[in-house]
């Protein structure tokens, strides 16, 4: 599931009430764009255990959301509510930046006992 997030409490809510976030804080950079892509695939993928949370930093005027994006485009994994990977920038190839994601995400998940099915 695909979820865009306006608000730092619309943000806080998702990751406790969520077992897995994966967190795009993106704008409309070429690096954005692509790595908005790679985070969307896992939902077009049916992958059914990560909601992903995209952060428009171009349209958010919450300030307490925008002070956590100190980077973009930025990536984070949340499991439990609790910060578990972090990916700062993207090579802005739409392939490369979603296998290096992937990849990523699916080593972390894997430490912590949770089969990812791609």
């Known amino acids: 599931m695909v ?7 619309e943000l806080e809510d998702l990751i ?3 077992k897995i976030v994966l967190v795009v804080f993106a704008d409309k950079s070429d690096e954005s764009r692509s790595i908005s892509y790679a985070a969307r695939m896992f939902e077009r ?3 059914p255990i990560i909601t992903v ?3 428009d930093t171009t349209e958010i005027r919450d300030r307490r959301l ?5 980077t ?5 994994l949340y499991i439990n509510g609790e910060l578990v990977f972090e990916q700062k920038g993207g090579m802005g190839y739409y392939h490369k930046d979603f296998i290096v ?13 949770v089969r990812f099915l791609l």
């Open 101 to 113: 994601l992937k990849e990523g995400i699916k080593s972390v998940l894997a430490g912590r006992g």
């Open 72 to 76: 973009t485009p930025q990536v984070r």
């Open 3 to 9: 979820v865009y997030v306006r608000d730092k409490n």
């Open 66 to 70: 925008l002070a956590e994006a100190t």
């Open 16 to 18: 406790r009430r969520t």
């Open 53 to 55: 949370a995209i952060v």
């Open 45 to 47: 993928l049916r992958e």
